[in-house]
């Protein structure tokens, strides 16, 4: 299984060892945010989001999927939100793996 490390925008470990849902969990609520994943009409599901703090409504993003099962439509969302460069800046995943790779060259590069 893979495993996810979040990173905040200063490139700080906020957490490691996350699931995948844990990890989409980790980016969808930071900065005051919430999200909630809804089902749309033609069976499929649409990730919705909102920023209290910003005291916005919920807004539709452009995160579905046309999967009519809720497990496999989340983890089709949630692995495009781990994917997606649009949060970049603000916190980010990156799998356990590849951290653990980061910090071997940075390793090296020092010696």
């Given at each position: 299984?893979?495993?996810?490390?979040?990173?905040s925008g200063e490139g700080e470990v906020q957490a490691q060892g996350l699931?995948?849902?844990?990890?989409?969990?980790?980016?969808?609520?930071?900065?005051?945010?919430?999200?909630?994943?809804?089902?749309?009409?033609?069976?499929?599901?649409?990730?919705?989001?909102?920023?209290?703090?910003?005291?916005?409504?919920?807004?539709?993003?452009?995160?579905?999927?046309?999967?009519?099962?809720?497990k496999q439509a989340e983890d089709e969302i949630f692995t495009a939100i781990?994917?997606?460069?649009?949060?970049?800046?603000?916190?980010?995943?990156?799998?356990?793996?590849?951290?653990?790779?980061?910090?071997?060259?940075?390793?090296?590069?020092?010696?």
């Amino acid at each position: 299984m893979t495993t996810y490390t979040i990173l905040s925008g200063e490139g700080e470990v906020q957490a490691q060892g996350l699931t995948l849902t844990e990890a989409a969990h980790e980016i969808l609520t930071s900065d005051s945010r919430e999200y909630d994943v809804r089902q749309d009409d033609d069976g499929g599901f649409t990730l919705w989001t909102r920023q209290q703090v910003a005291n916005r409504g919920w807004e539709m993003t452009t995160f579905f999927s046309t999967n009519s099962d809720r497990k496999q439509a989340e983890d089709e969302i949630f692995t495009a939100i781990v994917l997606s460069p649009r949060f970049r800046g603000h916190c980010e995943a990156i799998t356990d793996e590849a951290y653990a790779e980061m910090l071997a060259q940075g390793a090296e590069d020092e010696e």
